[in-house]
Structure formats: C-alpha cells, structure tokens
C-alpha cells in the first residue's frame, strides 16, 4: 500500500450501507476492515469483518419481542457496549478510518496516532437540521413528543463533524445544510448511494392500474402526515387509485395512525425483490420526506423506471430534474403533492417519458461505483497531503 492507495477502516453500530460499501472497497482490494453489530450480508472476506458480539447480544431480545420504541431506546443504551467492545479491537494497517456520523469518536482517536485521514459518512443533514426540523414536525403533529435520539447523541454527532477530514453526504440539500451550520464547503463531499441493479430492473411500461408505492418508516421526520393529507384529496379524483406503504410505524406517528390506517395498503416489511416487485408495478414512487440523506429506496425506485415524487429536503433533487426524471414538491404542501400524483396518474406519456429518464440517470449507478468514487475522493485528499 503507498501513502495514497486508499486502505479503508470501515465502522458503525448497526450497518447502514457500510457492507455494501465495504464489499466495493474489497473488490479494489481497498478494505481493511468492516466493523458492525450486524451479520455479513454482502460477503466481506470473513478475515476483514469484525462483529461487535456484546452489543449484539444485548440487543437481540428487544429485536425479537420489544415494541419499536424500545427498541430504538435500547440501541442507544447499548452503545457504552459497542465502545467497550471496540477499545479491545486490534487496530488495522489502514490510512482512511469511515465512520457513520454519531460513531466516530473512538476510533478517530487512534486514526489520528497514524496520521490517517478521517471521515464521517452522514446519511442524514447537519445534526442541529436533523433534530430541529424533526422536533418541528413532532411539536406540530404529536405534542409533547421528542425527537428520540438522545441529546447526547447529536453532541457526539457534532464532535465528529468537527474532527473529522471529510464529511461524506448522499445529497444536495445534506451538503447545504452542512455549510449553513458552519463546516466549510471543501470539508463535504456528495455521494449519492449505490443501487442493486440485479434487483431493481426496470418496468416495461406505464401501469394500467394507478397505484402510488412509498418505502419508509411511517413517520412525521418521513413526511407520512402531508401523504396521506394529499392521498385523500387524490382519491376524490381518482377513486381506484391505491396507495402502497412499505415500513414500520413510529412511536411519533402514533397520534396520526388512528387517522389513515386502512385508507392504504400496508406492508410492514418486503424483501428487496418484492419491494422490486411492487416499485415495477407502481406509477409513481411518493416521498415526502421532511429531512434525509438519499433514502436507498428512491435510489431503487428510479432504477426501476419510476417517476418520484419528492422534496429538495428527501435528497430528490440531487437526482431528478423537476419534470425530467419526475417531480419536485414542497415538503409539507398535501395539494402540491396531490396535483403531482394526478398529473403522472392521467398523463401516460409524460409519466412514461420521466420514467425513462429515471432508468437513464442511474444507469450504472451500482455499488461499486458509489465505491469507486469515494475511493477515488479518498486518494485525491490522502494526494494533497503528501
């Protein structure tokens, strides 16, 4: 390895995309390790994966029995876990430590013995975005509720965007936020995630049924409450559509849930071919996400040749041009979002021609190209410094 062949540490609790991502690095032979608390889904050599067994283990019982808002509080009461088990972890030969925002503390610290570069991979905006725009959707829809990441957390999220060398994000709207709370421009990177294209092909055609598909956790930070507002006004005009909803429920959804729960079609969970299955017969992906990375999802749906709907705030317009590859909506605007899924509902040719625009911008947009260029970025800062 030469001071600017990238060798890339891998870390978080949890996963995120990290395996895909540390699949990619293995094919360049890139990776010096993928430490996780899940199993190794994507294959990484056995010797570069480290499990974080204690966290694991403490968590397990929760995955399997608990209601969603345990869970989501025992993950961050496991984390002084994760850190006990990671402070006995041999630390690799590696120049680039990667941790996802929130986790990067401790292993920045023995980064920073060997001199190697240091980034975090945030999927989300700036961690004051984050928390303000989400507590503002809580205080408007769910009173009294609060955003359930720990205060500590955020502050942890915050030490990590200072220390770090890069600051990889998935969007446009990630970047901008980053740069309103202060990080400067050449610290921030946008990285669109990968796509499984061997999963996601493309539909033939235009469905003759009109049917709306959304894969998220139904939640207020998601932009589920403006959905259903504008799924509503769309079935007054289109009586036989239907609305397709993948995800769990949040705890912070719980006051809206009583509402619109059996005005759509609901799935809890889909493996990634069924999710493929419903994308293929969709006539629009539907996301109204109040703040987020990319989403992995609306990634999938442009690779199936589907038209999305979203918000400059879902990440969408770092890959969709409004009325190109689909349409760009206001965040929290039910009519605008309504209008948007009639116009692809009634106006074949237009929905046809963005869906072929969608397959077109993604087109190659695998896993190991979303590798490729980071490694390349990688290579690039590790150049500067040498």
Known sequence: MSE????????????WHLPQTAKAFAERDSLAGLWITLGNQTGVPREKFHRAWPFQAAMLPLYKFAPQIWVERGFYSAIPLWKWWLARQHFPRCNVVQAIIGYGEEPFRRAERSAALKVIDCPNSHP??????????????????KVPVPRWMFQRMTRDLDRADLIVVQSKFCRESMIENGI?????SVHP????????????????????????????RKGHQ?????WELVRRKLPDAELICVGPYKNDFRKER???????????????????????????????SQE???????????????????????????????????????????????????????????????????????????????????????????????
């Open 193 to 220: 995630l990968g796509v499984d294209l061997t999963t996601f092909t493309s539909r033939l055609n235009v469905p003759e049924k009109i049917r709306f598909v959304c894969v998220a956790t139904i939640c207020l």
């Open 4 to 15: 600017i062949d990238p060798c890339v540490l891998l870390l978080t609790c949890g996963a």
């Open 292 to 386: 987020e990375g990319i989403a992995r999802a609306q990634m999938e749906a442009l690779a199936c040749g589907v038209p999305v709907i979203g918000t400059h705030e879902a990440g969408t317009t770092t890959l969709v041009d409004d009325g190109i590859e689909g349409l760009i909506v206001r965040r929290n605007d039910p009519a605008q979002i309504a209008a948007g899924m009639i116009r692809l509902a009634q106006d074949r040719q237009s929905n046809l021609n963005m869906g072929r625009a969608a397959l077109r911008r993604v087109a190659g947009r695998t896993w190991q190209t979303y590798g490729d260029e980071l490694l390349a970025e990688y290579e690039k800062r590790l150049a500067a410094r040498s």
């Open 258 to 288: 009583r509402k619109w729960e059996g005005t759509f079609i609901h799935h809890e969970h889909l493996s990634p071919p069924q999710i493929a299955e419903q994308l293929r017969n969709a006539t629009a992906f539907v996301f109204p």
């Open 128 to 145: 004051a975005s984050y928390h303000n725009i989400w507590q503002r959707e809580c205080d408007l829809w769910c009173p009294g509720e």
């Open 184 to 188: 400067p421009a050449e610290k921030v």
């Open 226 to 230: 403006y959905l259903f507002r504008a």
